[in-house]
Every structure is written in C-alpha cells, then in structure tokens.
C-alpha cells in the first residue's frame, strides 16, 4: 500500500527554505556545542564553565569551534543517501512510496553510511560502539533481520533529522525507523527516530512546535506495526514524548525537570546522566526546545549541560529549534562557525528540492545573509497607497480598535516627550503595554523597569532625534536598529532561568515601546501583522519592515502633492492627537488591509471614500458566504448579550469551519468591518 507524502510542496518558498536550512545547521551546530563536554559530569561542566556551563561554540578533541561529531557527520552522509536515492528511482518530493521505496532509500542510506566508515572521517569523532560494529560488519540492518537487536542507543535518533527534511510525509516515520535499524535494532530507537522525522517535517511545513508536537504524537500513539516501531518500543517513546510535553510547560528550574525522563540513565550532577539511551536523547531535546521555543542559545544550554550525552541531546534540540526557527533563529557567529556550511546549505536546499544551489551564495557577504536568514519581500509590497484608500483605512482603524484612544491616554499621562530613564515614564509605558494585550505579569513590572531603564541608558547614544521621520532615514542607518531591537527583547528576556524574564515582553512588546520612543520612526506591529507579511520575530525582520514602509510612503507622498495636499498633514485632517504620527497611520493601512484582510473599492463617484469590503474565499459559495455571516453575528450577539465575548476557536465550531482558518477569519472580519460601517460614512 503506498503513502502519499502531500505535504511537501513541490516549490519551497523562502520561508520552508530557511527552516529546511534552519534544520540540517541545527544538528551540527547543535553537536558542536555538545561535543567539549560529552563525556563529563554536570558539576565538572558548571566547575570549568561557571556559572552556566558551555554557552558557547568551543574547541574540542583537537578539532576547532564549529566541529562535529558523529552524529554531524552521519546525518549529513543520510541527507547525501536520501539524494541518491532521489536520483536512482527519479522520486521528487510529493511523490509516493511504497514498502519497496523505502527498503530502496535505506540501503542508499546505508551505502553512504559505509562510505563515511571507510573514509576514516570519524576518527576522533566518537562514534558509537554499536554503529561502528554494524558498519564493521557491512550487513544492514532491515526490519526482518535486526543488527544489535538490543541496542537502543541515541545513535540512530541523532542522525535521522534530513529524513523530516525529504518531503516524505508521514512515510517519514518508517523511512527514519528504517533509518536507524540499519545499526540500532531495538523497536524504541525505531520509534523514536520515527516521531522526530515525523516532527522535523510538521515543522518546516509551518505548523508551530506545540502543534507539531502533538500531530506527531497522535501519528506515533496511532502507529501500529510488528515489524517497524513495535508496541513497546511505541509506549516507552509516547513515556519520554509525554514527559518532556509535560514538563516543559511546568515553572522550575530545568535541569531538575530532565531527571523525570526516560528511565534508563540518572542524571545527577556528578552521575553517568541521561541522553544514552533513544528516548533519552529524544525527551531531553523535546524538553528543551519546548521550554525555550524561541531561543535557540538557551535550548542548546539546557540540552548539553547534563552528565549526559551532551552532543546528542544538544544535536536533537538543535535540529527541532531549527526547523521551528529558522535560519534567523540561530545566532549568526555559529553559522558562520559551523564546519562544512557551504555543504549543510547545499545538502538543506537540495532536500527541499528548492533547485537552490551554491550559485545563490554568490552574493555579498551581508546579502548573502539576509537571503537565507528571512523570507521574500513578495508581501512587502513598494506600491504608492492610494490616497483616499490610506485615509478610509485609517478612519476605519480608528473604528475598529482602541489603540488610538489609548496612545492619547498614554501622552496625557507623560506628555509627547517619554524619557525611560524617568520612573513614572517606565511606569506609564508599561501599563500602556499591559493594556495594548502584552500582558506583562504584574509582578514582573519592577525587574521589567530595571531593565527597561538598563537598556535604554546603554542604548540611548544610539537613537536619532525625536523627530526625525522614517522617510528621511537612509538603510545604512536603518540596519543598526535591528541591533536595538534584539537588545531589548534580550535584556527583557534575561538569562534561562524562568524566573529571571519578564514574561510576555517579547516582540510586540519591543516594537511599541521603541514606537512610543521614537514615534516618527519606529512603527508597532503585532503576530497577526508579521503572520500576513511573513516575517520573523528578529530585528533583522523589523528593520525590513521598515524599510518596506518607508518605500511605499516615498511612493504615496507625491500623490498627496499631485492633490494640493501633504502626507505629513493627514493626521490633522483625521482629527487625531499630536501623537499620531504618519508612520502610525502607514502601520494602520497594513493591519486593515492585511491583518484584517480588507480591501477597498473606488468610489462611484468623484470625492467619495472608497468602499471596504472583505473578499469572499474562492471555497465559500456566494449563498454559504451570506448565510455564514447571518450565524457568526447571532453567536457573538448571543455571548455580548451574556457579558462574555466568543474565542475565535468556539466560533470556527459553530459556523463548521474549524478545520478551514483562513476562511473562518474571513466571515469574522467581515461581520468586524460590518459593525465598524454601522457607524456611519467614514
């Protein structure tokens, strides 16, 4: 019976591309980190690195910063496998595979496998013993006739990741199963290097690592087979899934949490410690990219600095946070650093099926960067804004939001001139933030203006004028505020431990504070905007936007003159407060328009405002669209009129579009812009 692998697309965009790369940098970056303290204890790690441990790429074994183990080198030997097969049967990602496929890329694999062996490159690596005597002995291991039967060591987890990388789908599983039975016959390493597979390709599809996590479990919990991933093999990786799931989401102090997974090591600080073991080395990278999702430095951390085997969890962390991230998410001096980059981006492009090859690198070195760290400018459009559309989307805005209420409320408290080395400006911008839905913890407001008033007493030099406008900044200055950006969200996150961030000031948060600080330059944005355009959440990102924004207000100023009008004298015309400015009223436009998903239409006659309107979904028929609006308007009158408001959640059930997002949004907005126009012309 053949598996259909629809979920790879067959032309990857920008973005899968970056996590495509994101990934296979992600292992060996991942086991670079590890490798300096694979073989110590947790208290001779803290003792030769204090106070943290390693947080850093260092030499190892001979070998420089950025070197990898094993597990490095045997995942890229898969990825050329996993080519070679492509090649040999003319399998393109999409495409199907049977029972008979996959015994034909494992055996690609596995000659790959014994080419490493041969080549020598592992010598001073540390291979696994039991890798090297099913190497040794050339026989593959095949689900009907197993090698090392009893074996169940991380060395067939920390190898499989390019297989979530080949477009497989959910044959994934199998084929990573497979993968690892080549040199590890027990059942639990099948099942383990099945679900991270199966992960690895949930993520570079786009779904986030929470949802990832928990479509590849169910997969993994419905799996049933006597020949590849067994029951028991199933149950004890659903045991260390489930744990690390578990404690991740738990507060404390995450090296305590890792000594709840897996039942074969101890891990104590002076004992032989976890990682050892397939589901070991699997929960521990789990846990650790789950705990810190967004800080790839952090998870690294927490996974190496164990008595464990460092390289591996790090390794398996490293390739889940880099397919969940990015490029952009790994901090850049280790890219650079890490051994064989040229042929990691190569092997990750080629996996995708991208049609990216070493051609593209051959651009300046800071081009070069960003063309793999983020996303195309398809959605950052450099077309003029309309005048009269600019103007209705912002009264619009106004209507559909409280946010320049709130900005008047802020202004009125401290006036235009906000200065966070003054205490009651901290505290003023942070009840603004609390308000704008951060929701930073209350208990977090005194570390919060400490770091607050820190940052901004170290970056201040840094800062333009007030005044100056966005549309006046050239890009060489544009590019040093992606480093402000991160500064600040680093500052506020803090280091690792939990208890030493300020909760939920994270991106949104940064942007409207450096907005309320230079608000002729900086703009606000929030995830549904950086969703709609694509974006990450990095400086670099913000920066782009940016510049973005400030081509299209270039681009609109001459219409504004073609009319006997001024760009700079439109929010006058609105009737808002001095704090609104025109890079405010450029960010309004894009949440109408792309957040909200709001078009315009010209109006029917000379000097009338354009008409808003939401495009119905091509898979909504005309009737159905009407009819949908009709519900959605009776189930939210039906929840105002009991004092609560309905989740968007609860209301994809009751209009039966829970499984269609897009278009669910779609009748929401449209009712939104409904109750907005019932206000009367704009």
């Not at 697309?9 to 060996?28: E, K, N």
């Not at 354009?610 to 669209?625: N, Y």
Request: hydrophobic share 45%; with cysteine; proline share 6%.
């Amino acid at each position: 019976m053949k598996t259909s692998a629809v979920d790879a697309p067959r032309h990857p965009d920008a973005r899968r591309r970056s996590r495509h790369r994101g990934c296979l940098l992600g292992v060996c970056i991942g086991d670079a980190f590890g490798a300096p303290v694979e073989f110590d204890n947790r208290a001779t790690i803290l003792e030769a690195h204090p106070p943290l441990g390693v947080t850093d790429l260092l030499p190892w074994g001979g070998f420089p910063a950025g070197a990898h183990t094993d597990d490095g080198q045997m995942s890229v030997a898969g990825a050329r496998g996993i080519l070679d097969w492509r090649r040999a049967c003319g399998w393109t990602p999409a495409g199907e595979v049977d029972s008979t496929d996959l015994e034909a890329l494992s055996l690609a694999i596995h000659r790959r496998y014994l080419e490493w062996a041969d080549s020598g490159e592992h010598i001073g690596r540390s291979p696994g013993m039991a890798t090297m005597s099913a190497l040794t002995a050339r026989k593959p291991g095949l689900p009907s006739d197993r090698v090392n039967s009893d074996y169940k060591g991380c060395g067939g987890v920390m190898r499989v990741a390019p297989l979530g990388l080949a477009g497989l789908g959910d044959a994934a599983f199998e084929a990573a199963a497979r993968a690892a039975i080549l040199t590890h016959g027990h059942p639990t390493s099948d099942a383990c290097s099945g679900f991270l597979a199966v992960l690895i390709g949930h993520l570079v599809d786009g779904l986030r690592l929470p949802a990832a996590s928990a479509r590849a479990r169910a997969f993994l919990a419905a799996w049933k087979s006597a020949d590849v991933a067994a029951p028991e093999g199933v149950a004890e990786t659903l045991d260390v899934v489930d744990a690390a799931i578990r404690l991740a989401a738990q507060a404390g102090e995450p090296y305590a949490a890792l000594q709840q997974i897996g039942h074969v090591g101890e891990e104590t600080p002076g004992g032989s410690g976890k990682g050892w073991v397939a589901e070991e080395a699997l929960g521990i990278g789990l846990f650790a990219a789950l705990r810190f999702p967004r800080d790839f430095a952090a998870a690294l951390g927490v996974a190496a600095n164990i008595s464990g085997d460092s390289d591996s969890t790090a390794s398996v962390a490293g390739a889940i946070l880099g397919a969940t991230l990015g490029v952009a998410g790994i901090p850049a001096a280790w890219v650079e650093q890490v051994e064989n980059r040229a042929v990691l981006l190569d092997l990750a492009d080629e996996l995708g099926g991208s049609g990216f090859g070493a051609a593209s690198r051959a651009v300046p070195r800071r081009a070069q960067q960003l063309s793999f760290l983020e996303p195309e400018d398809a959605r950052l459009s450099w077309a003029p804004i309309p005048p009269a559309e600019l103007e209705a989307a912002c009264r619009l805005y106004e209507r559909m939001t409280d946010h320049t209420w709130a900005l008047d409320e802020l202004h009125t408290s401290i006036g235009y001139e906000l200065d966070i080395t003054i205490p009651a400006h901290r505290d003023a911008l942070l009840l603004w933030l609390e308000r704008r839905r951060c929701r930073i913890r209350k208990i977090d407001f005194p570390l919060a203006k400490e770091r607050l008033d820190r940052w901004y007493r170290g970056v201040r030099h840094r800062l333009p004028d007030r005044d100056l406008r966005l549309i006046d900044v050239d890009d060489s200055v544009l590019d040093e505020y992606a480093a402000v950006f991160d500064s600040l969200l680093a500052i506020m996150q803090g280091p690792e431990g939990a208890d030493l961030r300020v909760h939920n000031f994270g991106e949104t948060a940064v942007a409207r504070a450096l907005f309320v600080v230079r608000p002729h330059l900086f703009l606000a944005w929030d995830s549904f905007l950086r969703g709609a355009l694509g974006l990450r959440d990095s400086g670099d990102s913000y920066v782009r936007f940016l510049k973005a924004v400030r081509r299209r207000l270039r681009a609109t100023e001459p219409l504004f003159k073609e009319e006997g009008r001024s760009l700079e004298g439109l929010p006058e015309k609105l009737g808002r407060a001095r704090s609104t400015t025109v890079v405010q009223l450029a960010l309004e436009y894009y949440w109408i328009t792309l957040a909200r998903g709001i078009s315009f239409r010209d109006a029917a006659q000379a000097g009338q405002p354009p008409t808003p309107f939401v495009k119905r979904p091509p898979g909504i028929e005309p009737d159905d669209w009407q009819a949908l609006q009709r519900r959605a308007r009776h189930a939210i009158r039906e929840r105002r009129q009991a004092g609560r408001d309905i989740p968007d959640r609860d209301l994809a059930w009751r209009l039966g579009l829970h499984d269609r997002t897009k278009d669910c949004l779609a009748v929401l907005n449209a009712v939104r812009l409904d109750e907005a126009a019932a206000g009367g012309p704009w």
